[in-house]
């Protein structure tokens, strides 16, 4: 009966007892902003919009002190190559966002029975191709980032924790990993698509 007693006591200290109240979570720092990207089994628009916007968020902020950092950084050469690096990292996830959204609004085959929706086609076309020059923009930008990083300077200079960044960098050098080919050859391909459903009329 005691035993009762005590167990039914600490289930209504539990029921209407004050909750613990939870410390907000200011984020301010690119480190920060990056861990709220994240990439979704299915990429709907929505989602790609969402990992734009903290992507967007995390280009614009500061970073945080060294001791936070998102690897280990030991002297101020392997800090100022972290921002390099980190900025190309962030651009090219923005490249990748941009073309996974307009991968969705993109009509890959202009189809003569799609000729009664053709102006909305276009349309849809028009969105794809901002998508995309919008991934070009930031092409070039993770680019100039990669440039930074690559310099003599850090020749001998690995940022070890952070190797899937070297990696990105070291492809951006050789040109083994070149998204401005892959747009370029994206919006030719568009510009036919979109050809083709001007030249459609609504009889098929």
């Not at 200011?26 to 929505?46: A, C, N, S, T």
């Not at 500061?62 to 800090?79: M, Q, S």
């Not at 202009?110 to 849809?124: G, M, R």
């Not at 919008?134 to 940022?159: D, S």
Request: net charge neutral; proline share 2%.
């Amino acid at each position: 009966m005691k035993r009762f007693f005590c167990f039914a006591l600490c289930i209504a200290c539990i029921s209407f007892g004050k909750a613990p109240t939870a410390s907000a979570y200011f984020v301010q720092y690119k480190e920060q902003y990056y861990r709220l990207y994240h990439i979704h089994y299915k990429q709907y628009p929505d989602e790609s919009l969402e990992n734009i916007y903290w992507l967007e968020k995390a280009i614009n902020a500061d970073f945080c002190n060294p001791l936070y950092a998102l690897g280990k950084i030991n002297n101020e050469n392997e800090w100022e190559k972290y921002r390099y690096l980190f900025m190309m990292h962030l651009n090219l996830k923005m490249v990748e966002q941009h073309l996974r959204l307009g991968s969705k609004f993109d009509k890959q085959v202009a189809y003569f029975y799609n000729a009664p929706w053709k102006e909305q086609n276009i349309e849809s076309l028009k969105t794809a191709e901002e998508c995309y020059n919008t991934a070009l923009f930031y092409w070039k930008e993770a680019a100039l980032w990669a440039e930074k990083a690559h310099v003599r300077k850090y020749q001998f200079l690995f940022l070890t924790d952070l190797q899937q960044w070297e990696d990105e960098c070291a492809r951006i050098a050789d040109s083994s990993l070149n998204y401005e080919r892959t747009i370029t050859r994206e919006l030719k391909r568009l510009a036919q698509v979109r050809q083709a459903f001007m030249n459609m009329d609504e009889t098929y």
